[in-house]
């Protein structure tokens, strides 16, 4: 941090990520895509189905559903709330903001916090609704890892995603290309139906797969479900996934910098 | 004042050369703004005002030359809250409240704003619930105005404030800008309206093209422009020679003179005085008489082709 000798006191984004994040909530949009979409598929693969509920490790089918479910729904909040950053600047908004001691470093951490608190919502709609459904976990401390595994690590990555975006694609697509983007991701990442074969092989390799993977790892330990069968796979890979595209997303966002404060 | 050594100026740019590909913005460019100096930064669009305002404003960087703010690069003056800005059309979020607008923008300062202060400054605390969105071209100025003022600004820079707003919004925006600015600070405006510059500055900078042209006081600015221009015919006129003589008696007022065949054109400070003795001492026909304004004399700065014109 750069030394502010001239005057007391240090710009606070409180107030700034509070407002936000207030009115990314209400906004009609993120309201379905974010919290009706990712509740209905849930009830629908995870509470209403015949196997439900079958055990999977420390928890039941249902229960690993809607931890998978609940990763989709914050990499949609997270990748939407970022990427609407993309309407924000092209408003003019970064030069605003540019001028402010916080800088455009502020609103980055901004939209950042926003996405993960705008994220929060979601999950927890769909943990009460896992709750009130048949979802089962072994002990709370399951419940709640998998809570916060399915919350804080995506919403990070798909925040700097929905950056990256939102920075580099204009304002009119990017939140398109955001949103229709991780329905691809969630699929290839294993989210919805278990994958197989040369899918599953390539959806490794997907910026999802590593967040649903860590997601579900309280519940089903090393085991991975396929279409077909079961595999055990070690902690590293979907870490390294996970921090891979998280630093990948944040250097591509780096690199938009000097367009944030263009004129349009 | 204390005789300590002078601070710098609030804006100091030497040299300034600005490229946009083959399109030089700027070229050159000088311009020093004293601490509480009120400067009117002029010229046609496209003249490369804004671009040396986003230097200014540490958002582009210079290809060449320096630019220093209050004695500092221009990025950390404006991190360190010293500079206030209102920007063209646009940035702002049209979803906010004025209210939360303010408050967010006050949140971001180093030290905390005094915000009740500067809604009465700009006079909108009767808009505080609406959305932005919803507010006039002069509201929302008004609301980029107090934006600006919240960090207590030593310099403002103005990037054509007032353009889109119809005559009565204008004439209210610099009200509101007099009183908010009565505190001696610093500023720089960016306008192609003469008369704004006129009335609210203490110092005129023309550009165009992204050259200097003239800066000056206002009246100096006006003098370039002095005078009234008288126009005749003279039928069998042999020169200027023969003109000259025939205005001796006014010699003193005169301060151009040309001659076109027997067209003859004047610029004179008594133009009745040259009016009269044309006509009752000379053949002198078609007589003429028109003021210069002060938008004849920038039309007339601001005309003169760079490139083809040999110093004088």
């Known amino acids: 941090m750069t030394t502010l000798t001239t005057t007391s006191g240090r710009p606070r984004l409180g107030t700034y990520t509070r407002i936000d994040a207030l009115t990314t909530l209400k906004r009609a949009d993120m309201i379905v895509f974010t919290l009706l979409l990712p509740l209905g598929m849930y009830l629908f693969w995870g509470a209403m189905q015949d196997y439900s509920g079958l055990d999977v490790g420390r928890g039941n089918i249902a229960a690993s559903t809607m931890v998978n479910m609940a990763v989709f729904s914050v990499a949609v909040a997270a990748t939407c709330t970022a990427a609407g950053a993309a309407v924000e600047l092209a408003g003019g908004w970064g030069r605003q903001m540019a001028l402010t001691p916080a800088g455009t470093r502020g609103y980055v951490l901004v939209k950042l916090l926003c996405a993960v608190i705008v994220s929060a919502a979601p999950v927890t709609i769909i943990f009460i609704a896992g709750l009130f459904t048949g979802a089962e976990m072994d002990a709370f401390w399951v419940w709640a890892a998998s809570y916060l595994l399915a919350l804080a690590p995506t919403a990070l990555l798909f925040g700097c995603y929905g950056l990256a975006v939102g920075l580099w694609f204009p304002a009119q697509g990017a939140v398109g290309i955001a949103g229709t983007s991780i329905a691809l991701f969630g699929f290839l990442g294993n989210l919805f139906m278990p994958l197989d074969g040369t899918l599953f092989a390539l959806g490794r390799f997907t910026p999802i797969y590593g967040a649903g993977a860590l997601a579900t790892r309280p519940i089903q330990g090393d085991t991975v479900a396929l279409m077909s069968d079961v595999v055990d796979e070690a902690l590293w890979v979907p870490l390294t996934n996970m921090i891979a595209w998280t630093l990948l997303f944040a250097l591509v966002g780096l690199a938009a910098r000097r367009r944030t404060t263009r004129r349009r | ?312």
């Open chain 2, 1 to 312: 004042m204390a005789s300590t050594t002078a601070p710098e100026p609030a804006v100091r740019i030497s040299g300034l050369t600005k490229s946009f590909g083959p399109l030089v913005a700027v070229d050159r460019l000088d311009l020093t703004v004293a601490r509480g100096e009120v400067v009117a930064f002029l010229g046609p669009n496209g003249a490369g005002k804004s671009t040396t305002l986003d230097v200014v404003l540490g958002f582009s960087r210079a290809d060449a030359g320096t630019v220093t703010v209050l004695g500092d690069a221009p990025a950390r003056a404006v991190r360190d809250g010293r500079v206030g800005a209102v920007l063209q059309a646009g940035g702002l979020l049209p979803d906010l409240t004025v209210r939360q607008t303010l408050d967010v923008v006050a949140s971001l300062q180093c030290s905390t704003p005094d915000v009740e202060a500067v809604i009465a400054q700009t006079r909108l605390s009767g808009l505080l619930r609406r959305k932005v969105g919803k507010c006039s071209g002069g509201e929302v100025q008004r609301i980029r105005l107090a934006l600006a003022l919240l960090p207590r600004p030593e310099l403002l820079v103005l990037d054509e404030p007032t353009t889109g707003m119809d005559v009565t919004a204008r004439a209210d925006f610099w009200e509101t800008m007099r009183e908010a600015t009565a505190q001696g600070r610093a500023i720089l405006f960016a306008t192609h309206y003469l008369t704004e510059a006129a009335d609210f500055a203490d110092r005129i900078v023309i550009i165009d093209r992204g050259r200097l042209v003239a800066d000056g006081s206002v009246d100096e600015i006006r003098a370039l422009g002095e005078g009234t221009t008288v126009t005749a015919s003279w039928p069998g006129l042999s020169g200027e020679p023969e003109l000259r003589e025939a205005l001796a008696p006014v010699a003193g007022s005169l301060l151009t003179v040309s001659v076109h065949g027997e067209h003859v054109e004047l610029r004179t400070t008594a133009a009745d005085d040259v009016a009269r003795l044309l006509l009752t001492a000379t053949p002198a026909v078609h007589l003429g008489i028109s003021a210069l304004s002060l938008d004849d004399v920038f039309t007339e700065l601001v005309a003169q082709e760079p490139d083809a014109a040999p110093a004088p």
